[in-house]
C-alpha cells in the first residue's frame, strides 16, 4: 500500500472524521485520485440509485477502501453544503466541492443558472472555472478529484473529461439527464475519451442525502406551481 505524507489539510480531515465518531487513520489516508487508485460504485426525475451496481462492474469502477470511503464521505458533505446555498438562492440544489491530490480543498461551488442567466453555470463548471490556472498542471486537473451531488448531465461531463478531472466522486443518480449510465454514458471504457481514457468514477456517496434534497426542492417548486 502507498504511503503519502500529510499536508495541513488532510489532518484537518482526519480530525474531522474522528470528531464524527469514524476512525481514519494518519498513516493509510492517502490521495483518492492517483491513477488506478479512486474508484466507483451507484421517470419522472428520480434521484436515486435505480440500476444494480454489476451494471457497472467496468475498468472505471473498483472498491473503495473504509479510509477511501470515510474521505469521501466527509467531501461529500462539504459538496451538500453548497448544494443547501443553491436552495438557499433558489437554484437546483447541486453543489460540488475540487479536492486537489494531497487533500487541499482547491474549490466549491454550486448551481448558479438562474442568478447568473447561464445555462452553463452548473456546479461542476463552475467549481472547474475556479480551480483552472490555480495549480501546477494549469487546466488539467488530472490528480484531482470532483465532488458532486447529483450524476453529472453530458455537458458537465464533457467538462470533466476536457478538463482531466482524476477521479468523479458523486451522489445521486439523476435518471433524467445522466451522463454516468443514466439517460447516456461518458465515463465508459468500451469507448473512452481519445485522450483521457483513465477517468474513475465513485458513486452513491450520500445518496439518500443528495436525493432528498433535490427531491424537497421540486416538491416545493410544484406545490407553488412554478
Request: aromatic fraction near 6%; glycine fraction near 8%.
Amino acid at each position: 500500500m502507498l504511503r503519502h505524507s500529510l499536508s495541513f489539510p488532510a489532518r484537518r480531515i482526519v480530525d474531522a472524521a474522528r470528531r464524527r465518531g469514524l476512525s481514519l487513520s494518519l498513516s493509510l489516508i492517502r490521495p483518492t485520485s492517483l491513477a488506478g487508485r479512486a474508484s466507483p460504485h451507484p421517470a419522472t426525475t428520480t434521484f436515486s440509485a435505480s440500476s444494480s451496481s454489476e451494471e457497472y462492474d467496468d475498468e472505471t469502477t473498483t472498491n473503495p477502501s473504509k479510509q477511501e470511503e470515510q474521505i469521501h464521505e466527509l467531501h461529500m458533505l462539504q459538496a451538500i453544503e453548497q448544494a443547501k446555498l443553491a436552495y438557499a438562492h433558489g437554484e437546483v440544489p447541486v453543489g460540488a466541492v475540487l479536492v486537489s491530490p494531497n487533500g487541499d480543498v482547491v474549490s466549491r461551488a454550486y448551481n448558479r443558472t438562474e442568478a447568473d442567466g447561464d445555462p452553463t453555470s452548473h456546479a461542476e463548471l463552475n467549481v472547474i472555472r475556479q480551480a483552472t490556472g490555480g495549480l501546477p498542471g494549469g487546466w488539467r486537473l488530472l490528480d484531482c478529484t470532483l465532488y458532486v451531488t447529483l450524476e453529472p448531465c453530458p455537458m458537465c461531463a464533457g467538462a470533466i473529461l476536457q478538463s482531466r478531472v482524476g477521479t468523479v466522486v458523486y451522489g445521486a443518480r439523476n435518471t433524467l439527464l445522466g451522463a454516468d449510465g443514466s439517460w447516456i454514458r461518458m465515463f465508459d471504457r468500451e469507448r473512452p475519451h481519445p485522450f483521457h481514457p483513465d477517468v474513475r468514477v465513485v458513486r452513491g456517496v450520500r445518496e439518500e442525502a443528495c436525493g432528498n434534497l433535490m427531491k424537497d426542492f421540486f416538491r416545493r417548486r410544484r406545490a407553488r406551481g412554478a
